[in-house]
C-alpha cells in the first residue's frame, strides 16, 4: 500500500464516490478505479462493493481497515506537523465533531481564535448527535469530539459545566412555583432526548431516587421544546439549549441543583498532533470557568425575570 492509495481509500470511504475522490486528488476515474482494483488484489481481499439501493458501500473488512487507514494518515500529518513546529509554525487540519447545540455556543469562538493565533490550522465542523460524535472519533473520522457522558473508550478534558433546568408548558400545575424538586416531576409525562443526550437526566432521576416516566423520545431540543410548548409532557434539560424559548414555555430551577458536564474527547492525549493539542489548550482557554448567557424564567404574571445562580 502507498501513500496515494490509502488517501484515496479514505477519500472514497468518506464521500462514497469514486469521482469525487478522484477530483481530490487530481486523478480520472479510471484511474482511481484501476488504483482501488490494484489495492485489493494486493491484499487480496474486497474493500468496496456496489449496492443498487445504498450505492457504492463499505465490506466488513473495509471498515476495519479504513479505521487503520486514517491512524496511518494522522501519522503522516504528525509529521509534517513536527517538522512544521520545528520550524517555527504550527501547521495541520482538524475535523472537530459536536452536537448542535455545542457546535453553535464553542465551536464559532475556537475556529475564530485558532485562525487569528495560527493561520496554518485549517478547521471543519461536523455536526451531529452525542452518539454520532461518537462513532466518528471511534471510526477516527474525527479528531475531537465534544461529547456527553464520555466513558472509559476516550480521552478526556473537562470543557463546561451547564445546569440543568425544568421545563414546562405555561399552563402547568408547576408553573408557578420558582423552584421544583425532581420528585415533583416523577408522575408526570416526561420528553427526553436520546441519541447521547439522555445520561445527565437519567442520572438526576437516579439521585433523587425518582421515577423517570418517559413518555416521548425525540433526538433534538427543538422538537422537545415545541412539545412541551403543545402541552404534551415536561422535560429536564441543559442551558444552553434553552437559550431560546418558544412562546408558552417555562424554565424553573431544579432544588436538586443538577448539572451536565461538557468534555473535549480525542482517541489518545498521547498520541494527539501537535495541531489537536493547540486546539485542546484553545478551547479550555476560552472555554473553562467561564458561564453560559442564562435563560429567562418567564414569570407567572407575565413578566420576565433571570434564574440566578
Same mark, same amino acid.
Given at each position: ?22 477530483? %481530490? ?6 484511474? *482511481? ?11 487480496? *481481499? ?50 472537530? #465533531? ?36 461518537? %462513532? ?15 466513558? %472509559? ?32 416531576? %416523577? ?30 423520545? *425525540? ?37 436538586? #441543583? ?52
Amino acid at each position: 500500500m502507498n501513500n496515494t492509495q490509502i488517501r484515496l481509500f479514505v477519500l472514497i470511504a468518506e464521500s462514497r464516490s469514486f469521482t469525487k475522490a478522484g477530483l %481530490e486528488l487530481n486523478m480520472t476515474q479510471p484511474a *482511481v478505479s484501476r488504483a482501488i482494483s490494484a489495492l485489493e488484489a494486493e491484499l487480496n *481481499v474486497k474493500l468496496l462493493v456496489r449496492d443498487r439501493r445504498n450505492g457504492l458501500m463499505l465490506t466488513g473488512i473495509g471498515k476495519r481497515i479504513l479505521v487503520i487507514c486514517r491512524s496511518i494518515l494522522s501519522g503522516l500529518d504528525k509529521i509534517d506537523q513536527e517538522i512544521a513546529a520545528e520550524k517555527g509554525l504550527e501547521k495541520g487540519h482538524i475535523r472537530i #465533531g459536536a452536537f448542535p447545540v455545542a457546535a453553535a455556543f464553542f465551536v464559532p469562538k475556537i475556529i475564530r481564535t485558532l485562525s487569528a493565533g495560527y493561520p496554518g490550522i485549517g478547521i471543519s465542523l461536523h455536526e451531529g448527535s452525542v452518539a454520532e460524535v461518537k %462513532e466518528w472519533l471511534a471510526s477516527r473520522y474525527i479528531d475531537i469530539g465534544l461529547v456527553i457522558s464520555p466513558g %472509559e473508550e476516550f480521552d478526556t478534558v473537562p470543557l463546561f459545566r451547564e445546569k440543568l433546568y425544568a421545563v414546562l408548558p405555561r399552563k402547568h400545575r408547576l408553573a408557578r412555583q420558582p423552584v421544583i424538586s425532581v420528585k415533583e416531576l %416523577e408522575d408526570e409525562p416526561m420528553l427526553l432526548c436520546r441519541s447521547g443526550y439522555e445520561p445527565p437526566v437519567v442520572e438526576v432521576f437516579r439521585r433523587a431516587g425518582s421515577t423517570l416516566n418517559v413518555k416521548y423520545e *425525540v433526538s433534538s431540543y427543538p422538537t422537545s421544546l415545541n412539545m412541551i410548548k403543545e402541552g404534551l409532557a415536561v422535560g429536564v434539560m441543559s442551558q444552553l439549549s434553552l437559550l431560546s424559548l418558544p412562546p408558552e414555555v417555562v424554565v424553573r430551577e431544579l432544588a436538586e #441543583g443538577a448539572y451536565r458536564d461538557i468534555h473535549l474527547a480525542v482517541p489518545s492525549l498521547q498520541e494527539a498532533s501537535i495541531a489537536v493539542q493547540v486546539a485542546i489548550d484553545t478551547a479550555t482557554q476560552l472555554f473553562s470557568g467561564t458561564e453560559a448567557p442564562l435563560p429567562s424564567l418567564a414569570g407567572a404574571a407575565g413578566h420576565t425575570t433571570i434564574i440566578e445562580e
